[in-house]
T-cell receptor, first 114, second 117 residues
Framework: DSGVTQTPKHLITATGQRVTLRCSPR?????VYWYQQSLDQGLQFLIQ???????AKGNILERFSAQQFPDLHSELNLSSLELGDSALYFC?????????????FGPGTRLLVL | AQKVTQAQTEISVVEKEDVTLDCVYE???????LFWYKQPPSGELVFLIR??????QNEISGRYSWNFQKSTSSFNFTITASQVVDSAVYFC??????????????FGKGTRLSVIA
C-alpha cells in the first residue's frame, strides 16, 4: 500500500458527461501528480500541483482541469467526455515535487466512457 | 526532449529462469533520475527502485538487480530465478533535473513479463 488513495475505483459514464476523480496524497506529501494510462498512449503525465499551486502541465486536454485543496487532496475534473477518454487515471504524490523524489502512485481510477 | 525506450513489449519465461528487461533512455540533462515500477494484474503501480545519474553503482535487492550504464544510456533490470508472482508489466521511467521541479516523469511503454509455472 503506497499510502495514496483514489476514489472511485471504477467509473462508468456516457459521452458528454462530466466526472470528478479524487486523490489523497501520502501523509506529509505536498505535491500531487495526475497521469493517464491508455492502451495507445501509455502512461502520460497530465498535471502537477505543489501545496495548492499548479507546478507543471503535461498533455492535459482543455476539457480536463484539476486543483489541489488546502488539505492537500486533489481532484481531476473531466468534462465533455469522449470515448477516447476511457483510461486508467493515476494520482501520485511526493514530498516537495522535486525531480529526485520518488513518486508513489495510488491504485488508480478506471474510467469507462460509453 | 526526454525519452525512454523499452524495446521488449512482451517476454515469457519459465519459472526459475533469469530474465532481463531492457531500458534505454535519452536526455540532455546532466543530472537525472531513473526509476522502475511494477504494474501487477491488479493494476496499481508499485515503485521498485530509483537511481541517480551520478551514481553508477549497480544495485541488488533479493532476486532483483539493476545495471546502470551511462555510457550506453541503459538501466536494465534483471530478475533472478523468476517466480509466477513476478508476472506483471514493468515500466522504466526518467525524470530530468531541469532545476525548477517541473520536469515530468517520462515512462517507457512497458514490458509485459509472463512467468509460466
Amino acid at each position: 500500500d503506497s499510502g495514496v488513495t483514489q476514489t472511485p475505483k471504477h467509473l462508468i459514464t456516457a459521452t458528454g458527461q462530466r466526472v470528478t476523480l479524487r486523490c489523497s496524497p501520502r501523509s506529509g506529501d505536498l505535491s500531487v501528480y495526475w497521469y493517464q494510462q491508455s492502451l495507445d498512449q501509455g502512461l502520460q503525465f497530465l498535471i502537477q500541483y505543489y501545496n495548492g499551486e499548479e507546478r507543471a502541465k503535461g498533455n492535459i486536454l482543455e476539457r480536463f482541469s484539476a486543483q489541489q485543496f488546502p488539505d492537500l487532496h486533489s481532484e481531476l475534473n473531466l468534462s465533455s467526455l469522449e470515448l477516447g477518454d476511457s483510461a486508467l487515471y493515476f494520482c501520485a504524490s511526493s514530498l516537495h515535487g522535486r525531480e529526485l523524489e520518488t513518486q508513489y502512485f495510488g491504485p488508480g481510477t478506471r474510467l469507462l466512457v460509453l | 526532449a526526454q525519452k525512454v525506450t523499452q524495446a521488449q513489449t512482451e517476454i515469457s519465461v519459465v519459472e526459475k529462469e533469469d530474465v532481463t528487461l531492457d531500458c534505454v533512455y535519452e536526455t540532455r540533462d546532466t543530472t537525472y533520475y531513473l526509476f522502475w515500477y511494477k504494474q501487477p494484474p491488479s493494476g496499481e503501480l508499485v515503485f521498485l527502485i530509483r537511481r541517480n545519474s551520478f551514481d553508477e553503482q549497480n544495485e541488488i535487492s533479493g532476486r532483483y538487480s539493476w545495471n546502470f550504464q551511462k555510457s550506453t544510456s541503459s538501466f536494465n533490470f534483471t530478475i533472478t530465478a523468476s517466480q509466477v508472482v513476478d508476472s506483471a508489466v514493468y515500466f522504466c521511467a526518467l525524470r530530468g533535473a531541469g532545476g525548477s521541479g517541473n520536469t515530468p516523469l517520462v515512462f517507457g511503454k512497458g514490458t509485459r513479463l509472463s512467468v509460466i509455472a
